[in-house]
Structure formats: C-alpha cells, structure tokens
C-alpha cells in the first residue's frame, strides 16, 4: 500500500464514450502528477500539478483533461479517445515539486479503447 | 531533454547477483532514482543518487558516476520475490524526472 489509490483498476471505453479516472492519496502531500505507461515504454509524463495548480502539460492532447480540486484528489477525465490511448494510467504525488523527491504511485488504471 | 538507456531483460537465478546498468543523455542532469514494479502493481521507490558513488540499502545497492553518464542498480541475493521491472529515471536541474523503458528482471529457481 502506497497511500496513492486510483479507480477504476480496469476501464473499457468506446471512442465516443466520456469517462473518468480518479486517484486520492493520503500522504499529506503537494504536489501530484499523472503518467501514461505503455508497454516497452519509458513512462511518459502527461501532467503535473501542485498546490492544486498545474505546472506542467506536456503537449497531451485536448481528449485528457485533469483536474486538482484539493491537493488530495486528481482527476482524468477522458472524452473521444483513440485506441493508441490505450494504456496503463499512472498517478502519483510527492511531498513537493522539486525533482528530486521521491515519487509515491497508485497501481493505475489499465485502459482499453475499443 | 533527456533520454535514459537501460537492458530490456536481464535473467538470473536465486541467490545470484544482477546488474541493471543506465546511461543518461541529459542537459542539467540532477540525480539518478530506480523504481521497481511488479506486474499489476504500482512503481515503488527503491533509491536515489545525486552524488557519484555506491548507495546501499539492504540487498540493493545503486551506483552513479557523473563523469561517465552512467549509473547501475546492483541486487544481491536474489530471490524469486525480486522478479519485477525496475526503472531508471533522471532529474535535470528543472525537476523533471525522465524514465527509461524499464528492465524486466526475470529470476529462475
């Protein structure tokens, strides 16, 4: 156990379906981010907010939009995907935004779009 | 940018000693982490270097050398519970952290 818990575990969506994924942790901490994890592939960060505001997008596509309503929930919300979205989702938090803190992840949301 | 290299697969068996090496291509370079994960589970941190040499924790040890780009996460001991895949991932001077592709870590009785 992490302190970092994400639903769902598993997602099945359609292209035109709108879903959400959801993670809260429970460490007190500032700073929370969201990663993509492919297989075979380095974890790509996707976004990073803290103290509820977002620091960091890395040019991913309008269809993920997050959203930080307390510096304890972080939110996915997924509308129009493709098949290549298909992955494991992974959040995570850290005490702060610093580079060199340690990460603390939940154990993802693996997505399939059909 | 940053791009990390590390092993795609590494076998071994118990009780034996694995090396997973990582060279780093980065502007700004900070410090060195490696992660584990086992399959269905969430990455955990295993250990951070920002300074060349050897950190050791229990059966773990991670090694950085700045001058060579080069850092390696060294397990001892192995034991069946130690299949898994471990990342390697940079922090430049910006606080971004980079990952490798991941080494997966298959031990054999």
């Known amino acids: 156990e992490t302190g970092v818990t994400q639903t769902p575990r598993h997602l099945v969506m359609g292209m035109t379906n709108k879903k959400s994924l959801k993670c809260e942790q429970h460490l007190g901490h500032n700073a929370m981010y969201w990663y993509k994890q492919s297989a075979k592939k380095p974890l790509e960060l996707m976004f990073v907010y803290s103290l509820e505001e977002r620091v960091e997008n890395n040019s991913v596509p309008s269809r993920f939009s997050p959203e930080c309503p307390n510096s304890s929930h972080l939110f996915l919300h997924l509308h129009t995907l493709q098949p290549e979205d298909s992955a494991l989702y992974l959040c995570?938090?850290?005490?702060?935004?610093?580079?060199?803190?340690?990460?603390?992840f939940g154990s993802g949301t693996q997505l399939s779009v059909l | 940018g940053q791009s990390l290299e590390q092993p795609s697969e590494v076998t071994a068996v118990e009780g034996a000693i694995v090396q997973i090496n990582c060279t780093y291509q980065?502007?700004?370079?900070?410090?060195l982490s490696w992660y584990q994960q086992h399959d269905g589970g969430a990455p955990t941190f295993l250990s951070y270097n920002a300074l060349d040499g050897l950190e050791e924790t229990g059966r773990f040890s991670s090694f950085l050398s700045r001058s060579d780009s080069y850092g390696y996460l060294l397990l001892q001991e192995l034991q069946m519970k130690d299949s898994a895949s471990y990342f390697c991932a940079g922090t430049d001077s910006w606080g971004k952290l980079q990952f490798g592709a991941g080494t997966q870590v298959v031990v054999t009785p």
């Open positions: 980065t502007s700004g370079f900070y410090g």
């Open positions: 995570a938090s850290s005490q702060d935004r610093t580079g060199d803190e340690k990460l603390f």
